[in-house]
């Protein structure tokens, strides 16, 4: 895998992790979506068809959605080296609009952000993410940023990113 | 493309068309998922990284899902040539397993179902998939379980598949 691929890796694995085990303790089903891909050529002469051509697309929505309390969740997950925070620009336009147009419908949406050097998990959902761009014209969602407008995510065991946990408190200010 | 592949296609266009006219028109946002695939091998010397060698996975949820009125919504399409019906034996398992879930945790999930050789199409919400297995050992979903225990959708043009039609009739009934 390139740099680009393996960056991602960790956090992908752990936030799949948390995933299954809301599965199996039946508290959420929220699943990642297969990778996008563009397929140009395929061999059929094998009983397993081999793919032998395809390009990773461009995705028009977001990694990871699902059910939680019968309501429809959505988000983004992104990993930062940074210290300082996260650029917007790392995050695809069409992705942004489509957690805004999840917040319209009522849905529950959000980023989540891993900053890597430091080990800490944040949550920003798409209203205050729309909010900080629009008001402030900001660029990067900093450090700071997440601290006045987002939320901390507890890491544990079982599981590994409680980011319901998160959703749970707000849930009745919000929802 | 193999006939395999082939013969759903027609019936995916106009789906995912539906699903662009009710994004469009802001009612609903449903996308069909990207085609599960494993990747074995990807060369990553060209700009654009050229996928070179994967297989298709046996997707593990359903094909399409979203949010309508901020709630989550999934469902799985299926074509059958048979003027019968469609068999339990072309779902996978663990999809039909998914659709269940999806139901016990207050989402709209259903099968939509294309008869090619009638033009006609019905939606059967998974609750009663789940009664006619469970009780009547159900092999095959005939079209007069559809007319009993389904809804037939009314195709058009804006949209071509109005299957949201149904689920209206049916909120204040169901959800």
């Given at each position: 895998m390139s740099n680009h691929k393996k960056r991602g890796m960790e956090f992908e694995y752990y936030l799949n992790k948390t995933n299954d085990f809301y599965r199996l303790t039946n508290k959420a089903l929220i699943y990642k979506k297969p990778t996008p891909i563009q397929i140009v050529?395929?061999?059929?002469?094998?009983?397993?068809?081999?793919?032998n051509k395809a390009f990773f697309s461009i995705p028009s929505t977001t990694d990871y959605n699902g059910i939680y309390r019968g309501k429809y969740i959505d988000f983004e997950a992104k990993q930062t080296n940074s210290l300082i925070g996260l650029s917007?620009?790392?995050?695809?336009k069409h992705q942004l609009l489509h957690l805004l147009n999840v917040y319209n419908h009522g849905g529950i949406s959000f980023l989540i952000i891993y900053f890597k050097k430091l080990g800490e998990i944040y949550i920003i959902f798409s209203n205050k993410i729309k909010e900080l761009i629009d008001?402030?014209?900001?660029?990067v969602i900093s450090l700071s940023h997440l601290k006045k407008y987002g939320h901390k995510i507890r890491l544990g065991?079982?599981?590994?990113?409680?980011y319901l946990e998160v959703i749970d408190e707000i849930y009745q200010k919000y929802f």
């Open positions: 050529s395929v061999d059929y002469s094998k009983q397993n068809h081999v793919i917007i620009s790392q995050i695809h008001t402030n014209n900001v660029k065991i079982s599981p590994y990113i409680d």
